[in-house]
């Protein structure tokens, strides 16, 4: 996510904190990389003009030249403005005075609205939402199919009526009430580009559904276009924010950057995979924080008690107390990490490991690993896998051959499991890993 963004801000830092002590020159030096990074990262001119010119005027205000914590002060600037510019605190969702509380999501044809429509009602579901899914896109072929297959993939009900906008709201609105649900997340019809008439079809639709949000799902791959779309689409519709999709690609980050700064309107989600959980609510702190690679704890740890119950919690942290961690637990761990999403992204999430990852060759973080040791384990017995220290050459060669690996695979295997075991016993004191289990 904004990945060359976020090297080239780090280079900018780097060279600023090895100066010790900085001075007036080494701030408009340092001004200078971090503007021609997000102008790079393709944000709003605007934006960037007036955020540096606020970070210098602040950084100066605050004595940092000649200050032994100067440079550090000049990232907490910077990382303040950075937040500023995304929203200073998350926006959630609207709630309706009498549900159902309806979601319109509008955007254009390939922003991945689909898609989003599905993720949003799974987020709400999980939180506790009875989200009903509805079909308005009477133009895109099979676009109706395709939200009925995701409904039926995450067992949420999806309603497809016909007719003009007045009539689908109002069939869309008795069958919320019939079912009960407490959202009604719509997917409109999209075109390739702003048209009076695709505005006209969901100003009517709107009108009828009296929408306590409406939200622009717009691809992060568009960069500044996306803003332009932005402002028509809130002067013709009422936007009441945003929904990004696709941050997990090569996008240059310009869109999140600037589309709060230039509508003023909020950013709710954004979408950082294909897989239908990988949708996040949007918090500014953090994002700024993962921009600038100071990682996202906060978001590992939701992601985590989204995964782990409260049982299992309970079960490993005896386990951490204890010291009886095996490699079914060591299974379990790499299976949970798995679920949370792609590896670069979860190592993003942790402070420090960004950058390690980066250093990394490819094949050292392939995920891939992760299904190879999945096979070892599997192929031990559940005597071998509670008692690792009984295995001898004759169990690794035996083992070796059932998950299709080498005798060194299992030999690499158990070390690592060695190596973790006593890491993970070593912090099981510590706050951040009981904010994971607990």
């Known amino acids: 996510m904004l990945e060359a963004l976020t090297q080239k801000l780090q280079s900018a830092f780097h060279r600023l904190g090895s100066h010790g002590t900085i001075t007036e020159k080494d701030l408009d030096e340092a001004m200078r990389e971090v503007r021609i990074a997000l102008l790079e990262a393709d944000v709003n001119f605007k934006v960037v003009r007036e955020s540096i010119s606020s970070v210098r005027e602040r950084a100066l205000g605050a004595g940092v030249l000649s200050s032994l914590t100067g440079p550090q002060q000049v990232i907490a600037i910077v990382q303040e403005e950075l937040v500023h510019i995304l929203g200073d605190s998350q926006s959630g969702l609207e709630s309706a005075p009498h549900p159902p509380s309806v979601v319109l999501l509008v955007g254009l044809k390939g922003s991945g609205k689909t898609t989003t429509a599905a993720k949003l009602a799974l987020h709400l579901r999980k939180g506790g939402g009875r989200p009903l899914l509805v079909a308005a896109d009477p133009h895109r072929v099979a676009a109706s199919e395709q939200l009925q297959a995701l409904g039926r993939q995450l067992n949420i009900p999806v309603f497809g009526g016909d007719g003009d906008g007045g009539h689908l709201a109002r069939q869309a609105l008795a069958e919320a009430r019939r079912l009960s649900a407490s959202f009604l997340v719509v997917d409109t019809a999209g075109h390739m580009r702003v048209d009076e008439e695709m505005l006209t079809e969901t100003a009517e639709l709107k009108r009828h559904l009296s929408p306590s949000d409406v939200l622009l799902v717009v691809d992060a791959m568009t960069g500044q276009e996306a803003v332009h779309v932005a402002e028509e689409f809130h002067q013709a519709l009422g936007l009441t924010g945003f929904i990004i999709t696709k941050m997990d690609g090569d996008a240059r980050g310009g869109a999140a950057l600037s589309i709060r700064a230039v509508t003023g309107l909020p950013i709710k989600f954004i979408g950082t995979g294909e897989k239908t959980d990988a949708l996040e609510a949007f918090h500014p702190d953090r ?152």
């Open 287 to 438: 994002f700024a924080s993962r921009i600038l690679g100071m990682g996202d704890v906060l978001t590992l740890v939701d992601k985590a008690r989204e995964l782990v119950s409260e049982e299992e919690a309970r079960a490993m942290q005896r386990k951490l107390r204890t010291g009886s961690l095996d490699l079914e637990d060591f299974l379990h761990q790499f299976q949970r990490v798995r679920d949370m999403g792609p590896l670069s992204q979860v190592m993003e999430m942790i402070p420090g490991l960004g950058a390690a990852r980066r250093q990394l060759a490819a094949e050292t973080i392939d995920e891939s690993q992760i299904s190879k040791i999945e096979a070892i384990i599997r192929s031990m017995t559940p005597q071998e896998r509670h008692n690792p220290q009984i295995i001898d050459g004759s169990r690794r060669r035996r083992i070796a051959r059932g998950s299709g690996t080498t005798p060194q695979d299992v030999n690499q295997l158990l070390n690592q499991w060695r190596q973790a075991k006593k890491l993970v016993e070593s912090m099981s004191g510590r706050r951040d890993l009981s904010r994971l289990f607990g």
